[in-house]
């Protein structure tokens, strides 16, 4: 049986254009990542939601 690594959350959050589409990665604290993908619009909404909280 071959050894496992432990999947980690540590590292940079990523978000990258794949085709129409935006891939969002965030790393999480129990470890893995949520990957989520969003088209402009929900990209667009997102941002104006988080603007919205740090202002």
Do not use: F, S, Y
Not at 7 to 14: F, L, S, V, W
Not at 19 to 42: D, K, S, T, Y
Request: charged share 25%.
């Amino acid at each position: 049986m071959a050894a496992m690594k432990p999947r980690t959350g540590d590292g940079p959050m990523e978000v990258v254009r794949e085709g129409r589409g935006i891939i969002m990665r965030v790393p999480l604290e129990g470890g893995g990542r949520l990957v989520v993908e969003l088209n402009q619009a929900e990209a667009n909404e997102l941002g104006t939601a988080i603007q919205a909280v740090m202002d």
